[in-house]
C-alpha cells in the first residue's frame, strides 16, 4: 500500500496499526469468506486435537501479536528476522557480506487465518481486505484511537454446535460486510441494478450465502 508519492503507508504513523486493529474487528463474523469448507475447520483443529503445536502455525485465536496471525512486521519479521534485507556485494562463494536493509519497502499486515480449499474465492477475500483498508482511513481521518482488545477465538465449523455459533451463522448475521459495500458504492457513480427489497451489499452477501444452503428434504 502505497501513498501518492509511493512510499509504503504502512511505515510510520498510525495507519498500520489502526488497519490491523480493523482486521482484528471484522475476521471472526466474515471469517466464513476465508473458511469456506468444513475441512478448512479440522484443518486448523489438527495443531490442538493432535499436539502438533510445534509442526503447525494454524492459529485458533483472532491476535494481533507480534507472532499473531493477523500480524504487522515492519523492521521485523514473524522469525524476528531483520525485513527488507537486500544484497549488495558477494564474496568469491556467493556468501553475502555487505547488504541494506529496506524494510520500508517490505512492511506489511499479513492475514493468517485461512485454510487452503478449493471453494476459497481470491476476489471475495480482495473486496473484504480493501472495505477494510475504506474502514483503516475513515477511522485516521475521524482520529480514533487504536484500543487493544481481545476477539475471542474461531469458531470450529461452518454449522452451529451448541453451544458455539458457526461461521454461516456469524456471517448471516453481521452487516458489515453488506453495509461497508454500500457505503462504498454510494462514493461512487455506480448505476447498477436496483432491487426493492436489497441493496447492492445484501445482494451479494446473500449470494455467497446461497452456496451454504442445504437442500431441504421433502419426505
Excluded at 142 to 166: A, I, M, R, T, W
Amino acid at each position: 500500500m502505497q501513498d501518492l508519492t509511493g512510499n509504503n503507508l504502512l511505515v510510520s504513523g498510525g495507519f498500520a496499526e489502526c488497519l490491523q486493529q480493523c482486521f482484528l474487528r471484522t475476521s471472526l463474523d466474515s471469517c466464513l469468506i476465508y473458511l469456506p469448507e468444513e475441512e478448512a475447520f479440522e484443518r486448523l483443529a489438527l495443531k490442538s486435537k493432535y499436539g502438533l503445536a510445534e509442526e503447525l502455525c494454524s492459529p485458533v485465536d483472532i491476535s494481533g501479536g507480534h507472532q499473531g496471525s493477523i500480524a504487522l512486521y515492519r523492521d521485523i519479521g514473524k522469525h524476528n528476522q531483520k525485513m527488507g534485507v537486500e544484497p549488495l556485494i558477494y564474496d568469491d562463494k556467493n556468501n553475502v557480506i555487505v547488504s541494506h536493509d529496506n524494510w520500508h519497502k517490505t512492511a506489511r499486515i499479513e492475514h493468517r487465518l485461512g485454510a487452503s480449499s478449493e471453494y476459497y474465492n481470491p476476489f471475495l477475500n480482495v473486496i473484504f481486505a480493501l472495505l477494510n483498508v475504506i474502514d483503516a482511513i475513515e477511522d485516521i481521518e475521524d482520529n480514533d484511537q487504536v484500543h487493544s482488545e481481545e476477539y475471542g477465538q474461531l469458531p470450529s465449523s461452518l454449522d452451529d454446535k451448541y453451544p458455539s455459533v458457526g461461521a454461516i451463522t456469524l456471517f448471516a448475521n453481521n452487516d458489515w460486510f453488506s453495509r461497508a459495500i454500500d457505503k462504498a458504492l454510494s462514493a461512487t457513480n455506480y448505476q447498477g441494478e436496483h432491487h426493492a427489497q436489497f441493496s447492492a451489499g445484501q445482494l451479494l452477501q446473500n449470494y455467497y450465502l446461497k452456496q451454504f444452503q442445504r437442500p431441504s428434504i421433502v419426505i
